[in-house]
């Protein structure tokens, strides 16, 4: 989500948002020794592996139709032997888009329904917050991320792991206020993924994972992917998530998303991603498929479906570059259906990035150059990705190498400084002798959040402890901050999402309402605290 998704998204654009995904806190730069002279994917990967904190990673590079490389590079769980291969699974998250972007594709291929059709023909209970948006969204706006919502926008519905379903996840839709009007700028979301897989399943007759069996991964040879982590079980080959905890990469348990699998449901390998990347860079031509008995080629999408797939929807900003990275500044950046659209030397790329608790992945098309690169990771490094990413796109279009691993290593470096700095500053110049207005005890209760729920202040032991009532994991310790303000250290500290709290009162002294907002920039913008409002939940007088 987050895909994708996940250092916050300041370092995305200044890595000109080479991907979905948020990077994590980055390792140290590479030594100024290292060169990029001669190409080495070995030596690359274990540079990057070591820079940037990664246990272990798969490439898949396919060239005019051929794999070139589908392999794996480091372990699959810090601290153990087994090593990543070319048919390790990795959750793919955000990548998993272009699955429900093709499967639409197919739909309209099929005369099931329109890419500008209402989205309430196809489901009549939809609904947006504004009623004329209800009304004029399209199948289409579910896929371009120009809604009207805020970036990640309702995602702590799915992240991390709920007991929400996905009807109520599109459901509470109405209850989530715009932060822009519709259709007038770029920002990404997870939701409306979700509208487009329940789309899916319901033209199908079938769950959105059952006709990604059918229809997709089974036509195209892709064996080994799951479309769910449940599907996992027994499977011994399948890569650990990791985090890092206080700075240290750790091996941490796998975030289940049941209920957001339109948007993040893929989990796949070096072997089957290659295939796949090969049928898009075909135009959706299945290799050896042959034709039908009319004499017709069969395909899994037309060519027609996958120009619009590939057509740019929504205009994107483009960011000025840190000077290190200027040559990766694009000249045209925008999001088609399922894919991120710009340039680079000169080519078009269609590409996405991926970030799940754990994982991160990178797809890059270069459709003219026939060139597909996959990178899935068990770690939480955007920068790692990107430096492979460019790295072999430079090799394999001709172009003059830079040492991508030690300018995108610098840079993150950098920024993580300066956010180190910004967190100590803020510490620091707080009203550190400040109490609150309240008894603690008075913050006790029950609060309700329009789209989200409920959550709960309670005393255990000698500690306030906050808890969301639909995320298990979202459970954590409150510290006074300053005046009104707390910062909750959540249990699970591979988050990496502390947030603040904020009570305002009413004249008489009660709590009118509870905001909350991340404690760092570098917290993946999923954890959407900004956009809760908990008000609270008055108990009913004894009769």
Same mark, same amino acid.
């Given at each position: 989500?987050?895909?994708?998704?996940?250092?916050?998204?300041?370092?995305?654009?200044?890595?000109?948002?080479?991907?979905?995904?948020?990077?994590?806190?980055?390792?140290?730069?590479?030594?100024?020794?290292?060169?990029?002279?001669?190409?080495?994917?070995?030596?690359?990967?274990?540079?990057?592996?070591?820079?940037?904190?990664?246990?272990?990673?798969?490439?898949?590079?396919?060239?005019?139709?051929?794999?070139?490389?589908?392999?794996?590079?480091?372990? %699959? %769980?810090?601290?153990?032997?087994?090593?990543?291969?070319?048919?390790?699974?990795?959750?793919?998250?955000?990548?998993?888009?272009?699955?429900?972007?093709?499967?639409?594709?197919?739909?309209?291929?099929?005369?099931?329904?329109?890419?500008?059709?209402?989205?309430?023909?196809?489901?009549?209970?939809?609904?947006?917050?504004?009623?004329?948006?209800?009304?004029?969204?399209?199948?289409?706006?579910?896929?371009?991320?120009?809604?009207?919502?805020?970036?990640?926008?309702?995602?702590?519905?799915?992240?991390?792991?709920?007991?929400?379903?996905?009807?109520?996840?599109?459901?509470?839709?109405?209850?989530?206020?715009?932060?822009?009007?519709?259709?007038?700028?770029?920002?990404?979301?997870?939701?409306?993924?979700?509208?487009?897989?329940?789309?899916?399943?319901?033209?199908?007759?079938?769950?959105?994972?059952?006709?990604?069996?059918?229809?997709?991964?089974?036509?195209?040879?892709?064996?080994?992917?799951?479309?769910?982590?449940?599907?996992?079980?027994?499977?011994?080959?399948?890569?650990?998530?990791?985090?890092?905890?206080?700075?240290?990469?750790?091996?941490?348990?796998?975030?289940?998303?049941?209920?957001?699998?339109?948007?993040?449901?893929?989990?796949?390998?070096?072997? #089957?991603?290659?295939?796949?990347?090969?049928?898009?860079?075909?135009?959706?031509?299945?290799?050896?498929?042959?034709?039908?008995?009319?004499?017709?080629?069969?395909?899994?999408?037309?060519?027609?479906?996958?120009?619009?797939?590939?057509?740019?929807?929504?205009?994107?900003?483009?960011?000025?570059?840190?000077?290190?990275?200027?040559?990766?500044?694009?000249?045209?950046?925008?999001?088609?259906?399922?894919?991120?659209?710009?340039?680079?030397?000169?080519?078009?790329?269609?590409?996405?990035?991926?970030?799940?608790?754990?994982?991160?992945?990178?797809?890059?098309?270069?459709?003219?150059?026939?060139?597909?690169?996959?990178?899935?990771?068990?770690?939480?490094?955007?920068?790692?990705?990107?430096?492979?990413?460019?790295?072999?796109?430079?090799?394999?279009?001709?172009?003059?190498?830079?040492?991508?691993?030690?300018?995108?290593?610098?840079?993150?470096?950098?920024?993580?400084? %300066?956010?180190?700095?910004?967190?100590?500053?803020?510490?620091?110049?707080?009203?550190?002798?400040?109490?609150?207005?309240?008894?603690?005890?008075?913050?006790?209760?029950?609060?309700?959040?329009?789209?989200?729920? %409920?959550?709960?202040?309670?005393?255990?032991?000698?500690?306030?402890?906050?808890?969301?009532?639909?995320?298990?994991?979202?459970?954590?310790?409150?510290?006074?901050?300053?005046?009104?303000?707390?910062?909750?250290?959540?249990?699970?500290?591979?988050?990496?999402? #502390?947030?603040?709290?904020?009570?305002?009162?009413?004249?008489?002294?009660?709590?009118?309402?509870?905001?909350?907002?991340?404690?760092?920039?570098?917290?993946?913008?999923?954890?959407?605290?900004?956009?809760?409002?908990?008000?609270?939940?008055?108990?009913?007088?004894?009769?």
């Amino acid at each position: 989500m987050h895909p994708m998704n996940k250092l916050a998204a300041a370092i995305l654009l200044a890595l000109c948002a080479a991907g979905a995904g948020i990077a994590q806190t980055p390792a140290a730069a590479a030594p100024a020794s290292a060169t990029a002279a001669a190409f080495d994917l070995d030596a690359d990967v274990a540079r990057v592996l070591k820079n940037f904190d990664v246990p272990g990673l798969a490439i898949a590079v396919v060239k005019d139709g051929k794999v070139v490389v589908a392999r794996g590079f480091g372990v %699959k %769980k810090f601290g153990e032997a087994a090593p990543v291969d070319g048919k390790t699974l990795f959750e793919i998250a955000s990548n998993s888009k272009a699955f429900t972007a093709a499967a639409l594709a197919m739909l309209v291929d099929d005369g099931k329904l329109a890419w500008d059709d209402p989205v309430t023909r196809h489901l009549p209970d939809f609904q947006m917050y504004d009623a004329y948006v209800t009304k004029e969204m399209t199948v289409r706006d579910l896929l371009t991320h120009r809604s009207g919502l805020g970036l990640g926008a309702g995602d702590l519905m799915w992240w991390p792991t709920t007991s929400f379903t996905t009807d109520e996840i599109i459901h509470n839709l109405r209850y989530i206020r715009p932060a822009t009007s519709f259709r007038n700028s770029y920002a990404y979301d997870n939701l409306l993924y979700i509208v487009a897989g329940k789309i899916i399943a319901q033209k199908s007759g079938k769950s959105w994972g059952e006709t990604m069996r059918e229809r997709i991964l089974k036509p195209v040879g892709m064996t080994s992917t799951t479309t769910s982590l449940a599907e996992n079980a027994g499977n011994s080959n399948v890569a650990n998530a990791h985090s890092k905890i206080d700075g240290k990469i750790a091996a941490v348990k796998a975030m289940p998303v049941a209920n957001a699998v339109g948007a993040v449901g893929i989990n796949t390998n070096a072997d #089957d991603i290659a295939r796949w990347m090969n049928v898009l860079l075909d135009g959706g031509k299945l290799d050896g498929a042959g034709k039908d008995a009319g004499g017709k080629e069969i395909r899994l999408f037309s060519a027609a479906q996958s120009r619009e797939m590939w057509t740019p929807q929504t205009p994107m900003k483009i960011s000025e570059s840190k000077p290190p990275l200027a040559a990766t500044k694009p000249n045209f950046f925008a999001y088609g259906l399922g894919f991120q659209l710009r340039d680079y030397k000169g080519q078009k790329l269609a590409q996405h990035g991926g970030a799940l608790q754990g994982f991160y992945s990178r797809v890059v098309l270069v459709p003219e150059s026939k060139l597909g690169i996959a990178i899935l990771t068990n770690a939480e490094s955007g920068g790692a990705m990107t430096a492979l990413q460019y790295r072999l796109l430079d090799q394999y279009l001709g172009a003059a190498p830079s040492d991508w691993i030690k300018l995108i290593g610098d840079v993150e470096a950098e920024a993580h400084a %300066k956010e180190q700095a910004r967190l100590k500053n803020a510490t620091s110049t707080r009203a550190a002798k400040s109490k609150p207005s309240l008894a603690l005890a008075a913050y006790d209760g029950d609060y309700q959040d329009a789209w989200y729920g %409920k959550a709960t202040i309670k005393a255990v032991g000698n500690k306030r402890v906050l808890s969301f009532a639909k995320t298990p994991d979202l459970t954590g310790e409150l510290e006074h901050f300053q005046h009104d303000t707390f910062i909750v250290r959540w249990k699970e500290r591979n988050f990496n999402a #502390d947030a603040y709290m904020t009570f305002s009162l009413n004249p008489d002294g009660s709590i009118e309402r509870m905001k909350m907002a991340p404690v760092s920039t570098e917290t993946d913008f999923s954890y959407d605290f900004a956009d809760l409002m908990f008000t609270p939940i008055k108990a009913d007088k004894p009769k």
